[in-house]
């Protein structure tokens, strides 16, 4: 049997980087050599068993922000053919549910995303269907194709905030949400405003995106600030992509009445917030969600990467080999001058790009 490299989260907090049987695929699935596969932030609540339904799934393979080269495809796949350049759509809802058949895919019964609750990319190669394979344009570059399933994810959150020319928008947390500020930008947000407490992603979120950066060190009341920066108005649309209880409160107070708050970040299972009810009805200020890109998300991201609409470059700060994913999920908390790291199993030695 042919083997393969992979990190395998065998329980929270224990990866093991050894030797597995390289997938083997049907007939309508596709085998990809794995190129880079980035680290995101619920990598990192995963590691940790913050998410109790994850935690069912383990021994896992996770890494879900990846890209390829195919191998090997099943005996029905005519889409794609190996050599190709592949994005994957990591999303495999069931179908047949009530939620997939009334066109609701990310809400199904029995939801699965490749990397979070089966086999994923922190490893030589992954499955997938060949239905969710997207080829990839020779103008987007190696690093630029693994920033694809995060932002597909923030298009989506995009386009249910649908946010009209003119709006204010506040996004808090400049790591994805400097993408969030950049997408509100390109739909003609004004002004956008990112908040956050470290300077050096604050300095990028003003030079892609943002016309204000509100430093929390700093300025320590955001919601106030927010206010003076709209005259006391409050602003259209708030982003959280945080993912705790306190900037949740935070971001509902910054929203003016009729206002909406679009919600990103990932709390753990047992977080709560605070909101006062009478500020739905007497407010009329508004809630939505948005948990992941599905579909046609993944040609928007690929679209909007190609003709250099998004360039993630000034977000992605190094390349780490496969045996180093434990090491830099640590120290992607410990520092967080790091935003994007990426992970490659075809390297022994780290590629440091921004310091
Ligand atoms: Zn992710
Ligand atoms: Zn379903």
Redesign the pocket.
Known sequence: MRTMKAMVLEEPKKFVYQDVPVPSINSEEVLIKVKYCGI?G?DWGSYQGKYAEEVACLPLITG??FWGVIEEVGKDVISVKPGDRVAVDICLPCGTCYYCRRGEPLLCGSFAQIGIHVNGAFAEYVKAPARNCYILPDEIDDYAAAFI??LT?CINASRKMNCELGASVAVIGAGLGTIHALLAKLRGAAPVIVIDSQQKRLETAKAMSADYVIDITKTPDAVAEVMKLTDGVGVDYVIEAVGKSQTYEQAFKMIRRGGKLEAFGICSDDDLAKLPPAAFVLQEKKIGGSCAGIGHDWEVAIALLQYKRVDPHPLISMIVPLRELEQSLNELQQNKDLVKVLVSPEISERIILIQ
Do not use: L
């Open positions: 995101c619920s879900h922000e399933e995060p994810a």
